[in-house]
């Protein structure tokens, strides 16, 4: 097993919560190498993290050990069988809370207002 295969599993696995079913499989090609991560789906909130912090990391630490070695190295994390859980859209936190409310009455007609007149300007004098 190469360095860059063995540091992802060793980190994977001390994340997740069923580290024995972590698989991680290694691919070169003549884009570089890919690392192939399948993890068990009530783990993957672990692996890619908040915003997908986790998975950037990772991924930013092997192109590191990637470069020691010459070689381009990409994380393709794999999605679970049965795809993403689906779960209610909730509201961001600073979205503002949206509650029922009742139809107002009737507004009130107001009367259009006329433009105030301008204001009348004095003798203009010039000065030579």
Do not use: C, W
């Not at 540091?7 to 884009?31: C, G, H, I, Q, W």
């Not at 399948?38 to 915003?51: P, Q, T, W």
């Amino acid at each position: 097993m190469e360095k860059d295969q063995e540091f992802v599993e060793y980190v994977v696995k001390a994340l997740v919560d069923n580290p024995e079913k972590v698989k991680v499989s290694r691919t070169v090609d003549e884009m570089g190498v890919l690392i192939n991560l399948a993890v068990d789906s009530s783990d993957m909130g672990k692996v890619i993290g908040k915003e997908g912090r986790t998975a950037k990391s990772i991924r930013t630490l092997l192109r590191v050990l990637g470069a020691k070695n010459n070689a381009r190295v990409n994380l393709k994390i794999e999605e679970p069988e049965g795809g993403r859980q689906d779960r209610p859209e909730q509201p961001h936190e600073d979205a503002p809370v949206q509650t029922p409310q009742e139809e107002p009455a009737e507004k009130p007609k107001t009367k259009k207002q006329a433009p105030a007149p301008a204001e009348e300007e004095g003798p203009v004098t010039e000065l030579v």
